[in-house]
């Protein structure tokens, strides 16, 4: 048992190389699948248009969704801790798990829509540790990594190849699917109510500002999340602006209704650190589409006043009668915004304002 | 009285809602204001050329202005989470009230520029709110951002287009009115001095690293600022690199004078955490004129010292004598540097440095 | 003596604006280095596309090594104040020694290059700072500073044009130069055991979670710094890619063999710190060379383990029996690693996977 995790570990990290020794080589002009008269600039070009937004997504990943989840005073360190490896495994295991089904078991590159499509694996994951936080051993979240990364791109393989769906910030793909995942393991790791209560109560300031570290990263760089596999450039500039208006205007609700349902019209910091984010997820599915401005700010209202909902009403109920415990509340921040973006998408391709019917689908793996 | 701030909330998105429905459009091809044999590619390279330093905007915003104002432990949560709700209202605001100033009243576009010049609206509602942090509620804070978001865009607007001004980094649109904004609402908002005095002192070594959060971001990334909106490519390089070495030479002096002012050479955590900042503030209106690497090091260098003086003997002269209480010294940060930003450009243009009879001016809402 | 630090710092920022003045002038097409027929744009170009880039160094600069030493609860202030003095005093300095060498006393320009350059000077300060943490005097920090960023400039001189060797992530003349510069002058600072170890105990959840806003933004942008000098674009490209990968293999490794060596399999937060880091600074010298990611992993996982050992084992064994006190470990997460990196370059060179005999050898002053 002492033993049992660093050896998991090290045997992983031996597998990873294998692995990459067999499969992965780099990007360059002959391999890059373009037409063989396409110059390396265009490669190139892509990439470094691209890498900032890539950052972006990785301080999402490392600092957002880590410190997010502080705010419980003593589950501070073991948060970003955790966060952190699974992270780090995680975006070199969705690596070889998408090459491998997008090229069929051949030898694949890294490109970076590779790069960026390996932490959206890994988002899922930190999604659902967000339900799991202050239940789960190491090694169960070594295993839960390894299984939902996998059971994730068969999903959106499924999801984009098969049902020709799109959903370019994985409203559904992504935050949907890693809430539930979270929830079910959740339910799996259920202890009794009156020590999870105890320590679901502590927070305090300095938590609280921690946790504020990881909200406002989030909240600033879902633009870039929720955009940056779109193609072509017109689509991602949309993306940006949609998502960055809808993140704006769910600030408004989330705040007006966290006041209206906590007592004395006091503002509960759950609300403020999770509920802002809503409208990035929600918008996340039609965020590419001809929305407008207007059109995802209603999202993002909407997706404010779910998700403040759901933290007062529906997650004393899940721990209560359901006996699932969400420690971070992740099913309100992505489950239910999550479905609300998945809902929006149909009224807005029922009403004709997508262009999904004449565009080629891309899906996660596969952009170019 | 319960029910007065949500409803206002609500009632603002609403109105925005409606706003950006009648008035906002996304920018392409057709509308993007630039000669009709201009390609897409053009607008979308600017696009993604000026985004990641739009971001690098958002960062300062955000997380730079909500952190640097958590020095006060009772304040921590209050300053970041209204902070956080200031610039969600204000780029909402900002960017109607610009486009309908601009367009006269018809129907205006969504670029890069307005979303930063949104930004910029917000910033001085920031800057102002750190002069009343502690002494305004949650309604004055919602109203003081519609008026003061309104006024300050007319100001720019006379500025730029009546008198045919120049301020790029906006030491005197921005930061000097944002400090003069605030002092004039803290002076109303004035109370007993005890109290102030009581909870004013009450730092301690975990908020003074939270603010220092602040200070570091909005340090970084206030090249950006400056330039960002500079025109042609020449222009935005000048205005970089003067910031950053204003910076870096204020950061020299501050320190140097705050041991000096200060009891037994100690250095106060204020001035690092405030002053060091002038030298962005300072050089912000000639910062893309050819004023070399030496002359933004002799305006930072000035500006570190007299932020330094201020919050050493102007605070405690204005709390005491004109009863105004800079909770934050934006006065120190944001007022003082931005006269000496105006001063300087004065003798700038006055030696014959800037180029700004040669160039079509900009300003905040036209440039493309 | 009172008066010692600001009189000094004064001195030199009024040194630095004189060299300046004398020596430094913008960038432009007339002096920019380049054939005359190249256009402006191509310098804008280049400038603009790196410039993300240089912020993500310069986050690693202020916050990263900043934050990373506030893990001790007495010292959390002065390590991101001194950072900050530091940094602002070695990047002017930097700049300024680095162009005199480079152009041999003529004037020079300001590029994104020498903006870089001058921050990687003011890195190899900053990783010795971390061994005198504690031990150091303000006016001691000043002179480190200056002496230091001198003999690195020379070295690194010495090494590239002399020698003709490359190390473009600066395994050994940036980090191990830095760690070993640094444990000579703690040896000199040594005191006494017992309060060393008595201050040294001290951290807390709240400063450990400090620390982790250092490393996790350290880690997130070292592919920036390992790259941003390496030309051209493909070998950028490389070089990104071969540090992402090293550092994610190197989180799995430190975390798997901190919990081997520690009591009862407990992970240490110093080695979650700064151990998964050490997979940057052991990549940085074969960083742009065709090792394949899986070269790079095996050489992360080793810099991983080499690092955790280093902490357990060597760091007690310097403080009693050589009698320095590495107070942040500098040893293990730069020196170390950096002789990793060293060795790993020759192992890579002698298998024949490095092109470095085909292409121009470039170093860190004249990159263009």
């Not at 700010?297 to 359901?322: D, N, R, W, Y």
């Amino acid at each position: 048992m002492r033993f049992k995790f660093p050896l998991m570990a090290i045997g992983l990290e031996v597998a990873m190389i294998v692995l990459f020794g067999v499969f992965v080589q780099y990007e360059n002009v002959q391999n890059s699948g373009q037409p063989s008269n396409t110059s390396s600039p265009a490669v190139m070009n892509s990439f470094f248009r691209l890498y900032p937004l890539f950052q972006h997504v990785n301080v999402m990943i490392f600092v957002g969704f880590g410190f997010l989840m502080t705010f419980l005073k003593k589950y501070g360190f073991s948060s970003v801790g955790f966060n952190f490896f699974i992270a780090a495994l995680g975006l070199q295991w969705g690596t070889i798990i998408q090459g491998l089904l997008n090229d069929h078991g051949e030898k694949f590159h890294i490109s970076i829509h590779s790069l960026i499509s390996a932490d959206f694996s890994t988002t899922t994951v930190l999604v659902s540790f967000g339900a799991v936080l202050g239940k789960i051993s190491p090694i169960q979240v070594l295993i839960m990594t390894i299984l939902e990364i996998a059971v994730f791109n068969g999903n959106e393989y499924l999801f984009a190849e098969i049902f020709q769906a799109t959903d370019i910030g994985g409203s559904m793909v992504i935050h949907a699917f890693g809430a539930y995942f979270g929830l079910a393991v959740a339910g799996i790791l259920y202890r009794s109510n009156q020590i999870w209560e105890h320590h679901n109560k502590q927070s305090d300031i300095h938590s609280d500002l921690f946790a504020m570290i990881g909200t406002l990263f989030l909240w600033i760089f879902w633009p870039s999340f929720n955009s940056t596999l779109a193609v072509p450039e017109e689509k991602q500039n949309r993306a940006i602006i949609n998502t960055y208006f809808s993140l704006a205007a769910c600030v408004l609700t989330s705040y007006a209704f966290s006041s209206l349902v906590e007592r004395r019209g006091k503002l509960s910091m759950a609300h403020i650190q999770n509920a802002t984010l809503a409208g990035g997820v929600a918008v996340g599915t039609c965020a590419d589409m001809e929305i407008n401005p207007y059109g995802s700010m209603i999202i993002g209202s909407i997706a404010g006043i779910v998700s403040v909902i759901g933290f007062k009403f529906l997650t004393p109920f899940f721990a209560t009668t359901l006996r699932i415990q969400d420690t971070c509340g992740v099913h309100n921040l992505h489950g239910l915004p999550g479905i609300v973006g998945g809902l929006a998408s149909i009224v807005v391709i029922a009403m004709g304002a997508s262009d999904v019917f004449n565009s080629k689908v891309t899906h996660l793996g596969t952009a170019t």
